[in-house]
């Protein structure tokens, strides 16, 4: 018997704040798995730890798009990231009809983080995927439970850094590795485009490396998408053969519909 295709979905903290696009996030999961997909969320939240340190009055200060970590705010994202933020979308795919899990890297030994170096800045508890581990998440898929992975995960173990604190991992960039280790067909990046736009605003379909340069060079990628495409194209080297796209989260159907050649843009490996 063939194995289901299994799809890593990545979802930002922007499309689970509010309860109607989550709930239309859960429902496409639900359509998703009825017609016979696997599936994963990995899930940030940025928008809700930015909300929830300026409440506390904490201190903000971004480098090259990655929020400099203290011991406070690596606190404060491991209660928004494995606490509110995952729980929530567990009970809303819950309440869609759709068993589901919330892990963070500890939990099973998921993954662990390595201290994500800068040459100007040390950055703090800031992380990227170290060793992963993913037999807990094979045996949730096997008796049909959703696992919803936080990227928030404790240090690897040998590494020469603080080890008193989660390290806040930038799931755009966790997104690849954990694709990876459990082994994905898809790995579809759900955000708020309609995928990555050219120079007259229209889609499109698919970007090698190559053209990818280009158009950041041109300035057609720009801002925002810059991390996006970084993060797909680092994906698609981390698991080869894959299927990778960034693709319109709206809808109670996206999911399927990020699938299908006339949605969002597809990365391909270099001709």
Known sequence: MARQQRILVKVGGAQ???????????RSV?????AGFEIVLVHGGGNQIRDLVRKLGLPESYHN?????????ADVVLMVLAGLVNKELVHALETSGV???????????????????????????????????????????????????A????LQHGEDAPDDRFYNVNA?????????AVRADVLLFLT?????????????????????AELRLA?????????????ALAALAANPGSTVKIAPAAGADAVRRALSPDVGTSFQESR
Not at 16 to 26: H, K, N, V, W
Not at 151 to 154: E, M, V
């Open 16 to 26: 689970l704040e509010q309860p109607g696009p989550r709930a239309d996030l859960c």
């Open 30 to 34: 639900a359509l998703a798995r009825e």
């Open 65 to 73: 798009g990655l929020r400099v970590t203290d011991a406070a705010t």
């Open 99 to 149: 068993r589901a899990c919330g892990l963070s890297g500890a939990d099973g030994g998921t993954f662990q983080a390595t201290k994500r170096r800068d040459d100007v800045l040390d950055l703090g508890y800031v992380g990227e995927v170290g060793r992963t581990d993913v037999r807990l998440v094979d045996l949730l898929l096997r008796d049909g439970i959703l696992p919803v992975i």
């Open 151 to 154: 990227t928030a995960a404790p």
């Open 172 to 180: 755009d960039m966790a997104a690849g590795p954990l694709s990876r």
């Open 192 to 212: 708020d485009v309609p995928g990555v736009l050219d120079a007259a605003k229209q889609r499109i379909p698919e970007l090698t490396p190559e053209a990818c």
């Open 219 to 231: 300035g057609v990628i720009h801002g925002g998408m810059i991390p996006k495409v970084d993060a």
